[in-house]
Structure formats: C-alpha cells, structure tokens
DNA sequence: CGAATATATGGAGCAATGCTCCGCTTGGCA
DNA sequence: TGCCAAGCGGAGCATTGCTCCATATATTCG
C-alpha cells in the first residue's frame, strides 16, 4: 500500500470522478448486503443496492469473488497488522499472544456470515480470497507458532498453514448450526498444540506389536 | 430397518419393477458420478449417466440432497454401528477406542470429494443430510466421549454434537486444498481433549486476579 | 390372452443467478 | 463549447435445480 502503488504513481490515468465514486458506492452497498443476506447474496442485489446496473458492478470487479476480496480486505490488514503489537506485548508468554491473536482471528470470522464457507468453495474465482487470507495471515501464525516452540511450549508438527485452515474450517457452521460452538473447539484445537505426556500421535502406530 | 418397514407389510402396492430397477440403477450412477465429479455435480449428469430423463430421477429421490443421502446412508449405517464392536474391543483404553473411531470417521470424509462441505450448505434440504449424520453418529460418539470422560482421561466440556461437527469441519478442503493436512488436524484437536497440567481454558478468563 | 388402469417415464420448460455484450451517456480536456 | 474515451445500464446467454404433462408400460382382471 505504498504511495508508489497509487494509479497516478504508475502513469495511469486517473479514474473518471464518477467511476471512483461508484466504486466506493459498490463497497459499501457490498457490505450493507452481504451483512444483511449473507455472502452469497446475488450479484444483481448488490447492484441494486447500490443504484447502478449489472455492468457497472463487473466492470469494477470482474468477477463476484473479486467483490468479496475488496469488502473484506482491510479487515484482513487489520489482522495481518497486529500481531507485530500482540506478541510483542507480552514475549514471555507467547501461547497466550498465539491465543489472544487467534481469537480475534475467530472473531472475524464467526461474525461474517457465510466467510469461513466461501473461502473454501470451489467456484471459479474464489480462490482469490483464499490466497488473501493465506498470503496475509499465514506469516502472521507462523511468527506466533515459532514463538511458542522456541519457548518448547507447543509441538512442533504443525505448520501455519494447517492451523489456519483448520480454524477457518472450525468456524463453518458457527452462525447457521444452533447447538455448534466454534469458538470452543477453536480453543480445544489451540489445547492439542500443547505437549502432554504421552505423545499421542504413535499410539495408533505400535510398529512393534506391545511384547507380552 | 424392521421388516414392518417395507411397503408390502404396510398394505402399500409394491413399486413397479421397472421403477424399482431404476432406482438402483439411478443410486449406482449417482455413486459413480460423485465419485468421478464430485457431490456437487449436475443431476443431469446423473440422469445422464443411469440413462433416464430428468423426471425419473426425482420421482425417485424428490431432491438433490434426498439422493446424496441415499448414496451414502449404508455407509453412515457401517460407521453407526461399529462402536459397539469398536468400544468393546478396547474397554480399558477408551481414549484409543475414540481415536480409532475418529479415524475411519475422518477417512469416510476426506475420500467424498465434497462431502463434508455439503454437510454445511445452505442450499435448502441439504440439512436432511446434516441430520442424518447427526441422528446417526452423535450417539456413537457420546458413548465412546462419556467413556474416556469416566476413565478420567479427557475435560468433560466438549460435547458429542460439537465434536462431530468439528470433526466434518477439519475435513474441508481435504481433496481440494494441496498443502492441509486434515487428518493431523483432527489428530490435534483429538489431543485437545486430554487433560493437560494448565487448563489452558481458565487462563483466558482470571475472574478473580491470580492473588499475590 | 387382451383390455383397463394405475404407475412410471422423458424431456421441454421455468426460475434463479453468474457473467457478457453493446449501444447510449457523460466527465474532462482543449 | 465540442469532442471522445471512459463509463454505464440492462437485455440476454449459459448453467442448474426442479416441475409438468403427454406418452409409454407393467400389472391385474375378466
């Protein structure tokens, strides 16, 4: 997001006014609907929403998904920008920094109706807002994972990547499920990184049966 | 499943035998095709592929989701009914019977390409396929959950219903996702459920300021 | 066996929805 | 003011779940 990124920086023309104006018009008439009906809202909704026609809409975002990146985008900044701050809040406990920047995670993601679910659709296009959220936040939870095993608190074996899938998985269901808690098995799921005594993981492997 | 249940004990007219043909005809193609294309795959392709027109398949199965249901229930049938076996096999070791069901459970998911995230549509009816797993597998899973809670090996404040959904939800993007590997994931959130020296679920809520 | 009838079938057609296309409109510059 | 590229609107296409009904056929009864 520097300057340097700006389309006036690059030589490009610069929007026509109305075109910038209907472009913001978009994002919030985005917003307001996909709060509202969920993400999966029609397209044509959101176009009406806003005012404008069918064409408008994909001539700014060429495709649905695309629309979805840019409503949620600076909600990802935001996460992707503090952990620089959390875990430097408290470096002697980083388990508590990985849980506390997990949680918000979570809570981003619990209060959207319908984002953890698109971001593993597989229709076409969608796998533009998977990669935000991996290029964005996969760095984050690997400072904070590797924090915690310098600190020998947690295992290991478990990349950042897996992690966040897996409570972006987590919190499917979260709004739509009655009796579901996503947030407590995010925090039964964040329990098994820590050691225990008996490592889990060969029991169901006795490679040697147990000698009599 | 009791022989009272077939339509002839209940004075119904036995299906004629041409639509009792097709309708395993129909189950075979919708297996085969879902194998092929995955759940979500068009019923005309299904129609298609059994060799009848698009009214026979929902004379047989009203909708879509009636049909994914069919082609799966012996199979959700098989994993209702092992724990009994399962649990038996092992009554000292609850905390492996668990483990052992889990996994053929997690398999099931990961090898349906679509499955687990069909578990969470929205797409009306589709929650008939939710109940059934709910209605049939929940069961199982209190007994071989309340077993490892009486053994003392595991916190008592996850519930079946939780569990199971979770599970489901760490299978996504199993097929579809190249670098997730769901079936670690479930392995950890299994290890989440033993007991721990810090209880790591107090740590986030000091009621009352740990006295100095 | 042959007619009568309830049952089953096939596929055109409807509705919803993502996306494209193109003739018309308009902001911005000379 | 006048020009024109940038922008706009919305009809229309393709896909897909599902409905409808004229036609075909299995089953039964005389």
Redesign the pocket.
């Known amino acids: 997001m520097s300057p340097a990124d700006t389309p006036q920086a690059r030589g490009e023309?610069?929007?026509?006014?109305?075109?910038?104006?209907?472009?913001q018009t978009l994002l919030d008439a985005a917003a307001a609907v996909f709060a509202r009906a969920g993400i999966?809202?029609?397209?044509?909704?959101i176009?009406a929403e806003a005012?404008?026609?069918?064409?408008?809409?994909?001539?700014?975002f060429?495709?649905?998904?695309d629309l979805v990146v840019a409503v949620f985008r600076h909600q990802v900044d935001a996460l992707a920008a503090t952990p620089a701050g959390a875990s430097g809040e408290n470096p002697e406990n980083p388990y508590e920094a990985l849980r506390s920047w997990v949680a918000r995670f979570t809570d981003f993601l619990v209060t959207k109706h319908g984002l953890p679910e698109a971001l593993h659709s597989d229709?076409?296009?969608l796998e533009s807002l998977h990669a935000e959220f991996v290029d964005r936040l996969v760095p984050v939870l690997d400072r904070l994972l590797r924090a915690c095993v310098d600190a020998g608190r947690i295992r290991a074996d478990v990349r950042p990547l897996d992690l966040m899938i897996a409570i972006g998985n987590l919190c499917i269901g979260a709004d739509t499920f009655p009796g579901y808690r996503a947030r407590h098995m995010v925090d039964v799921l964040l329990a098994g990184l820590l050691h225990h005594a008996p490592a889990p993981t060969d029991a169901d492997r006795p490679r040697t049966p147990t000698a009599p």
Do not use: C, I
């Open positions: 023309r610069r929007k026509r006014s109305d075109a910038r104006r209907n472009a999966d809202a029609p397209v044509r909704d176009a005012g404008v026609g069918m064409g408008t809409v994909y001539r700014h060429p495709t649905r998904p229709q076409a296009g």
